[in-house]
């Protein structure tokens, strides 16, 4: 089991950055691949970023390569996304997920846990 808790959300102007954490309990944490997600309202759920369970490999959404930068620290239990450049089209719930063996990183049905989520609004 692990549990993820996010934070780091709030409201920021357009251009501006913010970077939203994700703390983990459990002692596997560093055998699961992590994802960020966020869904706006109105909309599903889509994927943002993953990265694989050591750190060295990482993908990201179209929409936000470039703008966004994922990490994680095994040795805390944390996993980070960093974003930069922000437009008011990121808005939206910021989910955090983990997944033992994901079969698709960009899939959300890969994950088996969720946190509760963080929202990102950005003003224009």
């Known amino acids: 089991q692990v549990q993820l808790v996010e934070s780091g959300g709030g409201l920021v102007q357009a251009g501006g950055s913010m970077r939203l954490s994700c703390a983990a309990s459990?002692?596997?944490?560093?055998?699961?691949?992590m994802g960020w997600f966020r869904q706006a309202p109105g909309k599903e759920r889509e994927f943002v970023a993953a990265?694989?369970?050591?750190?060295?490999?990482?993908y990201y959404a179209g929409s936000v390569k470039g703008r966004f930068t994922i990490s994680r620290d095994n040795a805390k239990n944390m996993v980070y996304l960093q974003m930069k450049s922000l437009k008011p089209e990121d808005t939206a719930v910021y989910y955090c997920?983990?997944?033992?063996?994901?079969?698709?990183?960009?899939?959300?049905?890969?994950?088996?846990?969720w946190g509760q989520g963080t929202q990102v609004t950005v003003s224009s």
């Open positions: 997920a983990a997944g033992l063996r994901p079969r698709s990183y960009t899939n959300s049905a890969s994950y088996d846990f």
């Open positions: 459990g002692r596997a944490f560093s055998t699961y691949a």
């Open positions: 990265i694989s369970w050591s750190g060295g490999t990482t």
